[in-house]
C-alpha cells in the first residue's frame, strides 16, 4: 500500500514531529557516508551517461526533464536513448518515457546500459540513479520543484531529502522545475551552497489546454509527487476547479477509484480531468469519460543549456 507525503515534510521548518523523527535520519546518514566512499564502477565505453535524478523524494520533472533533453540530443544527431530501472509500481513513468523514447528498462541500470552499448547509443540518459553508486555518470543533474524545493530541510523520515542540500557540490547541474515564476531567491540559495554549479530552468506549457472550456466545471485527480504543479496549471488558464482528489504518487486506479470520481463529477455536474502520467494506467474501457492535461517541460534559455550539453558530451 503506497503512502502519501507526509505534509510536515514541506512545512517550511521543521515541526516538532520532525525532530521527534531526527534519530531515525542516522541510517540514512551512514547509507550516504558508505555511498560516498565506494567507488563507483568504471566501465570503458563510448557511450555518454547523464543522469537526472533528484534529493528530494519525488514531484521534481525527472521524466519530463528526461524527455525533454533526449528530445535535444536527438536534433543535435546524437544517438540517444533513456534508461530506466525497472520497479513494478513505476510503470506510469516506464510507459512515458517508452512512448517518447528509445528506452532500455530492466531491473539493473548497468544491464540496462549494456543493452545501450551493444545497440552503439552514443548518450545514454538516466531517469533517476543519483545514489546509485553502480553506475559511472559522465554528468549528473539534480532537479528541483520550484514550489517544494527542499522541504523542511530534513532527511528521511524527518523530512523529504535523499541527501543533504550540501551534496549538491557533486552534481554538474541543477534545473529548477515547475510552473513559471521568479526563482531569483532560489537560484542564490543555490549558490550558496555550489557557487560553480550551473543553474538551468524550466517550465510546464499545456500543450492541449484549448480543448478544456472555462465555463465548464472540473474536478481533477491525480496521484503524482508534486499534484499543486497540476493544480496551479489549470488555474492559471482558468479553468474552473470545484474539486482536487489527490492519490499517493504512482497510485494504480481501481475499478472503485474510478467509480467513486465519476459519481463525484455526475453529483458536481462537472468534467474529470487528471494527468497525462494518471491517464496512462488506466484501462481503457474506463477511460471514456477521463480527460488529461497534456504537458511539455520547456527550457528558460534552451541555447545555454544546448552549448552545456555540446561542450560536456
Not at 284 to 293: A, K, M, P, Q, V
Request: charged residues 30%; glycine residues 4%; proline residues 3%.
Amino acid at each position: 500500500m503506497k503512502l502519501k507525503k507526509p505534509k510536515f515534510w514541506d512545512y517550511k521548518k521543521p515541526n516538532f514531529l520532525s525532530y521527534f523523527l531526527l534519530p531515525l535520519t542516522f541510517p540514512v546518514i551512514l547509507n550516504n557516508f558508505y555511498l560516498g566512499l565506494k567507488n563507483r564502477v568504471k566501465i570503458k565505453q563510448k557511450t555518454i551517461k547523464i543522469c537526472i535524478g533528484n534529493i528530494y523524494v519525488g514531484g521534481t520533472g525527472k521524466t519530463p526533464l528526461t524527455i525533454k533533453i533526449y528530445q535535444i540530443l536527438s536534433i543535435l544527431n546524437y544517438n540517444t536513448a533513456t534508461i530506466k530501472k525497472f520497479y513494478r509500481d513505476q510503470i506510469d513513468e516506464q510507459k512515458i518515457l517508452d512512448q517518447k523514447t528509445k528506452l532500455y528498462c530492466l531491473k539493473s541500470r548497468n544491464d540496462a546500459l549494456m543493452e545501450a552499448i551493444q545497440d552503439n547509443i552514443d548518450v545514454a540518459i538516466f531517469d533517476d540513479g543519483l545514489q546509485d553508486r553502480s553506475v559511472n555518470f559522465d554528468l549528473k543533474f539534480v532537479c528541483f520543484n520550484n514550489i517544494k524545493w527542499i522541504g523542511n530541510g530534513l532527511l528521511i523520515p524527518a523530512g523529504p531529502l535523499r541527501e543533504k542540500i550540501t551534496s549538491i557540490t557533486k552534481y554538474d547541474a541543477v534545473f529548477i522545475n515547475g510552473n513559471r515564476k521568479d526563482n531569483t531567491n532560489l537560484k542564490s540559495l543555490i549558490k550558496k551552497y555550489n557557487k560553480d554549479i550551473h543553474i538551468f530552468e524550466s517550465f510546464y506549457r499545456a500543450t492541449n489546454i484549448d480543448k478544456f472550456s472555462i465555463s465548464e466545471k472540473y474536478i481533477i485527480f491525480s496521484g503524482i509527487g508534486n499534484p499543486e504543479s497540476f493544480k496551479e496549471t489549470l488555474i492559471k488558464n482558468n479553468l474552473n476547479i470545484v474539486k482536487e482528489i489527490i492519490f499517493p504518487d504512482h497510485h494504480n486506479y481501481s475499478h472503485d477509484d474510478l467509480y467513486k470520481i465519476k459519481l463525484e463529477a455526475k453529483n458536481l455536474n462537472a468534467k474529470i480531468l487528471t494527468t497525462e502520467k494518471d491517464y496512462i494506467k488506466i484501462k481503457s474501457n474506463e477511460n471514456y469519460d477521463i480527460n488529461f492535461l497534456k504537458i511539455e517541460l520547456e527550457i528558460e534559455d534552451e541555447r545555454k543549456l544546448i552549448n552545456f550539453l555540446k561542450k560536456n558530451i
